[in-house]
């Protein structure tokens, strides 16, 4: 197993993501995600990585203002070129640190309609001949209502059903263990039939959203080891609230026979 630590989660000690490189290389970690960096030039993301000296996988789409609930405009019909750009920058801040995935947020709706699946469909498969010619992963993430109320994206089945209908080696599934057994429970059955079209994974506990050894109900220990033997070993983003300490939390990886 392979676990990357993401900076939008983790290391709140300080509220810089920039600071939070650091952090992580010093907390042992070898990789990173992260959301899009707000606020921060690429410029000041490439030098805080490289200065760190830590590998980055994924990032976020770029979506708008996300203290307002914006999480992406991909199923929003008539915002097109909102989306291309956002993807355009997106994909400059990828190939600058190096991260080989990108994630596609969907965006929040509370009126849903056939024209913005369409829309949604369109946009990314727009996006995965662009990500081909760049070399890169398009990941999209059903996430559940508790969490994100509107979320566009939180069924599973349609999300399979859209990467199947594009039909791309660029376009996958983000699967994040969290929402899953929000969603759908089941998790043994899920992430064997799932992980065909998985391009990468998160974890957190359910429903605290904290550590995998936290009290909960997900037994990680019996899931990560479900993950390996169903076939899946690239990186597991830890996208979890610390529920303290930020490196001293990470005592679960050992308890678990893991190192990182």
Request: hydrophobic share 35%.
């Amino acid at each position: 197993m392979k676990f990357c630590a993401n900076l939008s989660f983790m290391f709140t000690e300080t509220s810089s993501i920039l600071e939070r490189y650091a952090l992580a290389k010093e907390a042992g970690f070898k990789a990173v995600e992260t959301g899009f960096p707000f606020g921060n030039t690429l410029e000041q993301v490439k030098q805080a990585k490289e200065q760190a000296g830590i590998e980055q996988v994924l990032i976020n789409l770029k979506t708008g203002d996300v203290t307002k609930g914006q999480l992406g405009v991909t199923a929003v019909p008539g915002k097109e070129n909102e989306f291309k750009e956002n993807l355009n920058t997106t994909i400059e801040y990828a190939k600058a640190v190096g991260a080989k995935k990108v994630h596609i947020m969907a965006g929040k709706l509370e009126n849903v309609c056939s024209k913005n699946w369409e829309t949604y469909e369109d946009n990314l498969k727009y996006a995965a001949n662009i990500l081909k010619t760049e070399g890169l992963m398009g990941v999209i993430e059903p996430i559940n209502s508790h969490s994100v109320p509107n979320y566009f994206l939180n069924d599973f089945n349609k999300a399979v059903d859209i990467i199947k209908s594009i039909d791309s080696e660029h376009l996958k599934l983000q699967l994040d263990i969290f929402h899953l057994q929000h969603i759908c429970g089941d998790l043994s059955y899920n992430i064997k039939n799932l992980m065909p079209y998985v391009g990468h994974v998160q974890i957190a506990q359910v429903p605290s959203r904290n550590e995998p050894n936290s009290d909960g109900e997900v037994n990680y220990k019996y899931i990560l080891n479900h993950l390996e033997k169903s076939g899946y070993s690239d990186w597991i983003g830890l996208e979890y609230k610390p529920a303290g300490d930020t490196k001293a939390g990470l005592k679960w990886i050992k308890e678990f026979g893991y190192t990182l």
